[in-house]
Nanobody, 114 residues
């Protein structure tokens, strides 16, 4: 059984920052790459950032590179996403999951106003 709980979303203005946090549990996640995904209305869910279990490799989508940073604490099974210089196009529901993903959590809504 796997569980995911995303928190930290909110409504901010362009240029501001948010930090999302995800607590995960389940043996399937323990040594899996973990990622943050997002989905906005009418669009497919996309991978935003991913970090390996060993933190040896990190991936960022071009659209967030230089603005977002992913962190992982394997000791307490959390993965965070620090989002700086947010833009209106970052508005979406954000989800964490393994990559490839398993069951989805509720996600957390991020809304960026211009």
């Amino acid at each position: 059984q796997v569980q995911l709980a995303e928190t930290g979303g909110g409504v901010v203005q362009a240029g501001e920052s948010l930090r999302l946090s995800c607590a995960f549990s389940g043996r399937a996640f323990l040594r899996s790459p973990m990622g943050w995904f997002r989905q906005s209305p009418g669009k497919e869910r996309e991978l935003v950032a991913r970090i390996q279990w060993s933190e040896s490799s990190i991936y960022y989508a071009d659209s967030v590179k230089g603005r977002f940073t992913i962190f992982r604490d394997s000791a307490v099974n959390t993965v965070d996403l620090q989002m700086n210089n947010l833009k209106p196009e970052d508005t979406a529901t954000y989800y964490c999951n393994s990559d490839p993903p398993r069951s989805w959590g509720q996600g957390t809504q991020v809304t960026v106003s211009s």
